[in-house]
């Protein structure tokens, strides 16, 4: 005779996967298997992480709509594919600069070969 179905709390299942806690945390505090949830609850809990992270996505919207320039910064980086770019060129440098950058680097490698001496 089979083991009677273990009742399972399916609101905090939904609320422990929206906070997208691992399945091993789900499992120690519903105590159940996780084969059990993924045969009986596959669907609920990808619908439920899904609304987390639409919640989640909201809510730094809303943070960044509220001015959080970060946030903004962030979000534009994300979502609109801008990027920080440096871009350094040493045939722009003048020739007096360009100088003094390589006398520093190699008085910084000899400062390192030195030390590991």
């Given at each position: 005779m089979p083991r009677p179905r273990k009742d399972i709390d399916v609101e905090l299942l939904k609320d422990l996967?929206?906070?997208?806690?691992?399945?091993?945390?789900?499992?120690?505090?519903?105590?159940?298997?996780?084969?059990?949830?993924?045969?009986?609850f596959a669907g609920v809990m990808?619908?439920?992480?899904s609304g987390g992270k639409m919640s989640?996505?909201?809510?730094?919207?809303h943070v960044a709509m509220d001015g959080n320039v970060p946030m903004l910064i962030w979000l534009?980086?994300?979502?609109?594919?801008?990027?920080?770019r440096v871009e350094h060129s040493i045939a722009e440098m003048p020739?007096?600069?360009?100088s003094q950058l390589v006398q520093q680097v190699g008085e910084r490698i000899k400062r390192?070969?030195?030390?590991?001496?």
């Open positions: 996967c929206a906070i997208h806690c691992t399945m091993p945390e789900i499992c120690d505090i519903l105590q159940v298997h996780e084969a059990t949830l993924y045969r009986r990808s619908e439920a992480r989640l996505r909201r809510k730094r919207w534009s980086k994300v979502v609109l594919g801008e990027k920080d020739e007096e600069a360009f390192e070969k030195d030390v590991k001496k």
